[in-house]
């Protein structure tokens, strides 16, 4: 008689998501008034996925943020509004344009916009008086993000030390915190890019279309392709062309690259990303590009 025995072996997948789903459950019995911060990019999708599995079928029980720069791609802003609109959760926008109009950050005309989103996400985490606030940073996107913890302690400048951080053995985390400082969470950190991609072809998660093949008019700018709009116009020597592209990752649109692509489908991406030998951060993102250290001097003054 042939004994059958049921697997109990969580995939790969299962095990990320789990992982990530106590993680989020966790901060919301810790924390009293936490966010989950929302770029309307493919990580913050996810994380925002895995927010309303943690709480099915109640709704999430927090606010999202999104930081608005002025800058960001339309296709993003219409993917977030789906969103909000069906999971029925609170949005808050911290608009850049509004902290400069109030004297929170100063536009000289030199700081990228990416940068003013330190001084006004921290505003805004201020203003209302969120103790910890969730993001889509992975530890294999940049190494200043590989050392960071999932529990990553914000003092009351709303800066990181990352001499200075908290132990975290057996998956136990500090949420301790004193009066005005707060915690940054990170649910998906041990998920790499292909991990993300496996997971929203799973769960037939809705991105924006800019993450998928297009004809688009691009110019090269510091090793990158850039979108040409009003926005951001070619400068002298620089000539815009139509090209197949695709984008890897989202932001600011004068600091985000797209790549050469013809993938159209999820499933092409992810055969595309077991290939690349580069993380999206590296290959796309202008404002990495300053210096080696450049977003861990951002993390340190308060950026996600």
């Not at 902290?99 to 940068?115: C, F, L, Q, Y």
Request: aromatic share 8%; with cysteine.
């Amino acid at each position: 008689m042939t004994q059958t025995h049921a697997d109990y072996r969580l995939s790969q997948l299962d095990q990320l998501e789990a992982e990530s789903i106590h993680i989020i459950r966790e901060v919301a019995a810790e924390f009293e008034r936490p966010v989950l911060m929302f770029s309307g990019g493919k990580d913050s999708i996810v994380m925002l996925r895995l927010a309303e599995k943690a709480f099915y079928p109640a709704k999430i029980p927090f606010p999202i943020l999104q930081v608005d720069t002025g800058l960001d791609f339309p296709e993003v802003m219409e993917t977030r509004d789906r969103w909000v609109d069906r999971l029925g959760v609170q949005l808050v926008v911290a608009s850049i344009d509004d902290a400069i109009a109030k004297g929170v950050v100063t536009e000289d005309g030199k700081t990228s916009r990416n940068r003013l989103q330190i001084g006004t996400l921290l505003n805004a985490i201020e203003e209302n008086g969120f103790t910890a606030a969730f993001g889509g940073g992975r530890r294999d996107e940049e190494k200043a993000r590989a050392k960071e913890r999932v529990y990553s302690h914000r003092d009351e400048f709303g800066q990181w030390d990352p001499k200075n951080q908290r132990p975290e053995l057996w998956s136990l985390y500090n949420g301790r915190l004193h009066e005005g400082e707060h915690m940054r969470i990170f649910p998906i950190s041990n998920w790499t890019e292909l991990d993300v991609w496996s997971y929203i072809a799973r769960e037939g998660i809705e991105i924006p279309q800019i993450y998928f093949s297009h004809q688009r008019r691009v110019f090269e700018r510091g090793g990158m392709l850039m979108t040409e709009t009003p926005l951001n116009p070619c400068r002298e020597g620089e000539v815009a062309e139509e090209r197949t592209v695709r984008f890897r990752t989202c932001g600011d649109i004068t600091l985000t690259g797209c790549v050469e692509s013809t993938a159209s489908t999820v499933e092409e991406i992810i055969e595309e990303t077991a290939v690349s030998r580069v993380t999206e951060r590296g290959a796309t993102r202008g404002d990495d590009k300053f210096s080696e250290a450049a977003m861990e001097d951002r993390k340190k003054e308060g950026y996600f």
